[in-house]
């Protein structure tokens, strides 16, 4: 009977084990949010300050394992189409949940860019903010398998207010045209002083005029007269 017993006590042990072993959840698998809105950086002021965008009204995920809530996490949207999606980080295991999809009652202004970094990454957009009564516009279960990442990423469902912030900054002034060269001085036509020189010495010179016949060689001498007779 001892020994009956003893098999029993040890097969119910193995069985515990088993079970132990069977039912024991891996570590959590990060997994992306598929289809996260892009809502580019945007400048406000005249000084074109530039700020990071997001939805103007923010959307809550909770997901929620019967009444325990596993995650929560404010999604604004991704910067920059490559930037990385936010991801979840559930344990690697056989189980069922509910995505609990709300959007934010208050508005989240827009933060300075140059005290963030470039991409918001996962679970970053989490800081202080207050989201408000948010309302309930979507729930979606989540089934998960051991072993099988795929089956932990899920879609962003757009919200009804899928609006982004718009930036509000003055048009900036155009840059100045640059300035024109002063247009080139008329030709001088005027003859230098030096060529005008040259070229009068190279004309030649009019001959002196002629000087006026004597009165004696205008009138014919008494002698030549008296021989013509």
């Not at 899928?162 to 001088?188: F, I, K, L, M, N």
């Not at 010495?201 to 004696?216: G, I, R, Y």
């Amino acid at each position: 009977m001892h020994s009956k017993l003893g098999t029993a006590l040890s097969s119910l042990a193995w069985l515990t084990l088993a079970a132990l072993v069977t039912g024991c959840a891996g570590p959590p698998i990060p997994a992306p949010i598929e289809g996260e809105p892009v809502c580019p950086d945007i400048e406000i002021g005249a000084a074109h300050a530039k700020m990071i965008g997001g939805l103007t009204y923010p959307v809550r995920l909770r997901i929620l394992e019967g009444k325990n809530v596993m995650m929560k996490m404010i999604l604004s949207g991704k910067r920059t189409p490559g930037d990385a999606s936010s991801h979840t980080l559930l344990p690697d295991d056989n189980a069922e949940y509910v995505l609990e999809w709300a959007q934010c009652t208050n508005e989240r202004a827009p933060r300075h860019a140059a005290a963030n970094p470039k991409s918001r990454g996962a679970g970053k957009d989490t800081t202080a903010f207050d989201c408000g009564d948010a309302a309930v516009y979507k729930t979606d279960k989540l089934v998960t398998k051991k072993h099988d990442a795929a089956s932990h990423a899920f879609t962003f469902p757009a919200p009804p207010k899928a609006g982004c912030w718009a930036g509000e900054a003055p048009p900036a002034t155009p840059p100045a045209p640059p300035a024109s060269a002063p247009p080139p001085a008329p030709a001088d036509t005027a003859i230098p002083a030096a060529s005008a020189s040259a070229s009068a010495a190279l004309v030649p010179s009019a001959a002196p005029p002629a000087a006026a016949p004597s009165a004696s060689a205008a009138a014919p001498s008494t002698s030549a007269a008296a021989a013509k007779k």
